[in-house]
C-alpha cells in the first residue's frame, strides 16, 4: 500500500507520493538519494522531492492507498463548484474545475471514469459534447478572462443554461456557439 500527502486548492485536492520509511522508498529511483535523516519526503511529480512538514501549505491529510489514483474525480476536481471559472462542462452542464494550466491532466481523469479507452483525453472530451473553459489572456492583455471552446462547434441546452449561469453568454465565442445550436434544442 502507498501512501499519499493530500493538499487543496481552489479547484480541488491534489496528492504526492509520500514516503516516511526506507522501505517506502524502495522502487522509487530515490533509494540511495533520500537518507533517513531526511524522512519524511513528499515526490513532487516532476522528478523530484522534498522534505515533508505538516504545516506545508495546503496540506490536508496523508492517506493509503493502492489505486492509480488515490482520490475520486469530483474530489480532484470540484464538481459544480460555484466559484467555477476554469475546467470541463459536460453536455448535461456539470462543470469539473481545474486550474489555468489542468486541462490535459483533468481530462486523463474525467476519461479514465467515462471513457476508459480513450486514447486521445481531450479529443475525446471534445467529441463526446463536453466543453473547455480556458484562460483567453494571451499576455498582453490586463485582464484575463473566460474563453469557451467546443470541439463540435455546438453546445446543449443545459450547457447553454449553465453558460448563462456562469455569466458567459455575452462572450463572442459563445454568442456564435448559441446561434449554431438553437436549431438542435
Not at 459536460?90 to 490535459?104: I, V
Not at 446543449?156 to 465565442?173: I, P, V
Request: proline share 3%; with cysteine; hydrophobic share 30%.
Amino acid at each position: 500500500m502507498k501512501k499519499y500527502a493530500i493538499y487543496k486548492s481552489e479547484t480541488g485536492y491534489y496528492y504526492y507520493r509520500f514516503c516516511d520509511s526506507l522501505e517506502q522508498l524502495e522502487g522509487t529511483g530515490f533509494e540511495r538519494i533520500v537518507t533517513e535523516d531526511k524522512l519524511p519526503v513528499v515526490f513532487d511529480g516532476r522528478g523530484g522531492y522534498y522534505q515533508f512538514k505538516k504545516g506545508d501549505y495546503g496540506f490536508v491529510e496523508v492517506i493509503e492507498s493502492d489505486d492509480e489514483i488515490p482520490l475520486p474525480l469530483e474530489k480532484l476536481y470540484f464538481k459544480n463548484d460555484e466559484n467555477f471559472k476554469l475546467g470541463w462542462m459536460t453536455p448535461e452542464g456539470d462543470t469539473y474545475s481545474c486550474d489555468y494550466t489542468g486541462h490535459t491532466k483533468a481530462a486523463t481523469v474525467i476519461c479514465a471514469n467515462f471513457f476508459p479507452n480513450a486514447v486521445l483525453p481531450e479529443r475525446t472530451l471534445g467529441k463526446h459534447g463536453w466543453l473547455k473553459i480556458i484562460d483567453s489572456w494571451d499576455g498582453t492583455e490586463r485582464q484575463h478572462s473566460q474563453y469557451v471552446y467546443s470541439l463540435t462547434g455546438k453546445i446543449t441546452k443545459r450547457q447553454a443554461d449553465r453558460l448563462f449561469d456562469l455569466g458567459l453568454y455575452n462572450n463572442e465565442e459563445v454568442r456564435q456557439l448559441l446561434k449554431d445550436s438553437e436549431n438542435d434544442w
